[in-house]
Protein backbone atom coordinates (compact mmCIF):
# COMPACT_ATOMS: atom_id res chain seq x y z
CA UNK A 1 0.00 0.00 0.00
CA UNK A 2 2.86 2.63 0.81
CA UNK A 3 3.79 1.80 -2.60
CA UNK A 4 1.09 3.26 -4.13
CA UNK A 5 1.14 6.30 -2.30
CA UNK A 6 4.80 7.25 -2.39
CA UNK A 7 4.27 8.70 -6.01
CA UNK A 8 1.18 10.83 -4.56
CA UNK A 9 2.83 11.95 -1.62
CA UNK A 10 6.45 13.19 -3.70
CA UNK A 11 3.87 15.03 -5.73
CA UNK A 12 2.27 16.70 -2.94
CA UNK A 13 5.48 17.22 -1.44
CA UNK A 14 6.99 19.31 -4.51
CA UNK A 15 3.95 20.89 -4.41
CA UNK A 16 3.96 22.12 -1.18
CA UNK A 17 8.40 23.06 -1.85
CA UNK A 18 7.21 25.04 -4.87
CA UNK A 19 4.53 27.13 -2.86
CA UNK A 20 7.31 27.49 0.30
CA UNK A 21 10.17 28.83 -2.74
CA UNK A 22 7.40 30.81 -4.20
CA UNK A 23 6.69 32.69 -0.83
CA UNK A 24 10.51 32.53 -0.21
CA UNK A 25 10.89 34.75 -3.04
CA UNK A 26 8.62 36.68 -2.72
CA UNK A 27 9.31 37.96 0.65
CA UNK A 28 12.90 38.35 -0.61
CA UNK A 29 11.28 40.45 -3.57
CA UNK A 30 9.16 42.41 -0.99
CA UNK A 31 12.65 42.99 1.37
CA UNK A 32 14.69 43.79 -1.70
CA UNK A 33 12.36 46.21 -3.44
CA UNK A 34 11.49 47.94 0.25
CA UNK A 35 14.88 48.25 1.39
CA UNK A 36 17.07 48.56 -1.57
CA UNK A 37 15.06 50.37 -4.47
CA UNK A 38 13.40 51.74 -1.57
CA UNK A 39 10.02 51.58 -3.37
CA UNK A 40 8.09 48.90 -1.77
CA UNK A 41 5.57 46.81 -3.65
CA UNK A 42 2.54 45.93 -2.09
CA UNK A 43 1.07 43.15 -3.95
CA UNK A 44 4.07 41.12 -2.39
CA UNK A 45 2.57 41.11 1.13
CA UNK A 46 -0.71 39.75 -0.53
CA UNK A 47 1.00 36.92 -2.25
CA UNK A 48 2.85 36.10 0.83
CA UNK A 49 -0.56 35.96 2.58
CA UNK A 50 -2.03 33.76 -0.22
CA UNK A 51 0.82 31.67 -0.84
CA UNK A 52 0.83 30.73 3.30
CA UNK A 53 -2.62 30.61 3.08
CA UNK A 54 -2.38 27.57 0.46
CA UNK A 55 1.12 26.03 1.94
CA UNK A 56 -0.61 25.36 5.53
CA UNK A 57 -4.20 23.96 4.04
CA UNK A 58 -1.94 21.91 1.56
CA UNK A 59 0.50 20.14 3.84
CA UNK A 60 -2.19 19.85 6.81
CA UNK A 61 -4.26 18.27 4.08
CA UNK A 62 -1.69 15.77 2.41
CA UNK A 63 2.12 15.79 4.49
CA UNK A 64 1.01 15.49 8.00
CA UNK A 65 0.30 12.39 9.82
CA UNK A 66 -2.70 12.22 12.35
CA UNK A 67 0.38 12.19 15.04
CA UNK A 68 2.20 15.37 13.64
CA UNK A 69 -1.60 17.36 14.47
CA UNK A 70 -1.72 19.11 18.16
CA UNK A 71 -3.89 17.24 19.95
CA UNK A 72 -4.41 16.96 23.71
CA UNK A 73 -5.37 13.32 24.28
CA UNK A 74 -3.98 13.13 27.90
CA UNK A 75 -6.67 11.15 29.06
CA UNK A 76 -6.73 8.96 25.75
CA UNK A 77 -3.19 7.81 26.79
CA UNK A 78 -4.11 7.39 30.22
CA UNK A 79 -7.45 4.64 29.17
CA UNK A 80 -7.15 1.14 28.50
CA UNK A 81 -6.82 -0.33 24.91
CA UNK A 82 -10.50 -0.90 24.72
CA UNK A 83 -11.25 2.41 26.30
CA UNK A 84 -8.48 3.58 23.60
CA UNK A 85 -10.56 1.96 21.16
CA UNK A 86 -13.98 3.11 22.12
CA UNK A 87 -12.64 6.63 21.93
CA UNK A 88 -10.92 6.64 18.79
CA UNK A 89 -14.05 5.15 16.77
CA UNK A 90 -16.02 8.11 18.91
CA UNK A 91 -13.76 10.64 17.99
CA UNK A 92 -13.39 9.90 14.46
CA UNK A 93 -16.88 9.54 14.31
CA UNK A 94 -17.53 13.21 14.73
CA UNK A 95 -14.90 14.32 13.10
CA UNK A 96 -15.79 12.89 10.07
CA UNK A 97 -19.55 13.37 10.67
CA UNK A 98 -19.24 17.01 11.33
CA UNK A 99 -16.88 17.55 8.42
CA UNK A 100 -19.19 15.93 5.85
CA UNK A 101 -22.28 17.65 7.56
CA UNK A 102 -20.24 20.87 7.22
CA UNK A 103 -18.74 20.61 3.72
CA UNK A 104 -21.90 21.95 1.53
CA UNK A 105 -22.13 25.33 3.60
CA UNK A 106 -18.05 25.36 3.15
CA UNK A 107 -17.96 25.33 -0.71
CA UNK A 108 -21.18 27.45 -0.74
CA UNK A 109 -19.35 29.96 1.60
CA UNK A 110 -16.13 29.55 -0.82
CA UNK A 111 -18.08 29.97 -3.86
CA UNK A 112 -19.80 32.93 -2.60
CA UNK A 113 -16.41 34.64 -1.99
CA UNK A 114 -16.01 35.25 -5.15
CA UNK A 115 -17.88 38.95 -4.82
CA UNK A 116 -14.60 39.87 -3.07
CA UNK A 117 -11.52 40.43 -4.15
CA UNK A 118 -7.99 41.12 -2.66
CA UNK A 119 -7.16 44.35 -2.32
CA UNK A 120 -4.16 45.03 -3.99
CA UNK A 121 -3.93 42.47 -6.62
CA UNK A 122 -7.69 41.69 -7.13
CA UNK A 123 -7.77 38.19 -7.06
CA UNK A 124 -11.40 36.90 -6.23
CA UNK A 125 -11.04 35.45 -2.68
CA UNK A 126 -12.66 32.22 -3.93
CA UNK A 127 -9.26 31.54 -5.44
CA UNK A 128 -7.62 32.87 -2.52
CA UNK A 129 -9.62 29.93 -0.41
CA UNK A 130 -10.19 27.27 -2.85
CA UNK A 131 -7.49 25.13 -0.90
CA UNK A 132 -10.09 24.74 2.38
CA UNK A 133 -13.04 22.62 0.86
CA UNK A 134 -9.57 19.97 -0.76
CA UNK A 135 -8.20 20.14 3.08
CA UNK A 136 -11.73 19.22 4.66
CA UNK A 137 -12.23 16.65 1.70
CA UNK A 138 -8.52 15.23 2.43
CA UNK A 139 -9.82 15.35 6.46
CA UNK A 140 -12.71 13.31 5.60
CA UNK A 141 -11.00 10.74 3.70
CA UNK A 142 -8.60 10.23 6.48
CA UNK A 143 -11.17 10.21 9.06
CA UNK A 144 -13.08 7.28 7.38
CA UNK A 145 -9.97 5.32 6.68
CA UNK A 146 -8.52 5.33 9.93
CA UNK A 147 -12.58 4.99 11.34
CA UNK A 148 -11.84 1.69 8.79
CA UNK A 149 -9.11 0.68 9.56
CA UNK A 150 -9.97 0.93 13.70
CA UNK A 151 -12.86 -1.13 12.73
CA UNK A 152 -11.97 -3.96 11.03
CA UNK A 153 -8.54 -4.38 12.94
CA UNK A 154 -8.53 -7.56 14.86
CA UNK A 155 -5.99 -6.23 17.60
CA UNK A 156 -6.91 -2.43 17.84
CA UNK A 157 -3.29 -2.11 19.51
CA UNK A 158 -1.58 -1.16 16.18
CA UNK A 159 -4.18 0.95 14.23
CA UNK A 160 -5.31 3.18 17.87
CA UNK A 161 -1.02 3.85 18.52
CA UNK A 162 -0.71 5.03 14.66
CA UNK A 163 -3.75 7.57 15.90
CA UNK A 164 -2.73 8.07 18.64
CA UNK A 165 0.95 9.14 17.26
CA UNK A 166 2.57 6.51 20.01
CA UNK A 167 4.16 4.71 16.21
CA UNK A 168 4.71 6.34 12.97
CA UNK A 169 4.01 4.82 10.14
CA UNK A 170 7.21 3.60 9.33
CA UNK A 171 7.99 2.42 13.02
CA UNK A 172 5.21 0.59 13.40
CA UNK A 173 6.15 -3.10 14.19
CA UNK A 174 4.02 -5.82 12.94
CA UNK A 175 0.85 -7.38 14.15
CA UNK A 176 2.46 -10.53 15.34
CA UNK A 177 5.44 -8.73 16.48
CA UNK A 178 3.31 -6.14 18.21
CA UNK A 179 1.36 -8.96 20.08
CA UNK A 180 4.84 -10.93 21.27
CA UNK A 181 6.89 -8.23 22.22
CA UNK A 182 8.23 -8.09 25.25
CA UNK A 183 7.67 -4.82 27.89
CA UNK A 184 10.62 -2.28 28.37
CA UNK A 185 11.76 -1.84 31.59
Known amino acids: ?12 ESIAVALFIAMFGTFLLQIFARYVL ?9 LCIILYI ?6 SA ?3 REHDHVS ?10 RGRRV ?14 AGFPVIVDYVMFMRIEKAPVTRITLDYVYAIFPVFIVALIIRSVVSLWRLMRAK ?7 AISGELSHSD ?12 KA
Open 54 to 59: WLVFWT
Open 62 to 64: FLL
Open 1 to 12: MRDLTRPFKKGA
Open 155 to 161: TCDREIA
Open 172 to 183: QPSSDRLMTQEP
Open 87 to 100: MAIIGLACIAGAFI
Open 38 to 46: NSPLGWTVE
Open 72 to 81: FNMLFLAAPP
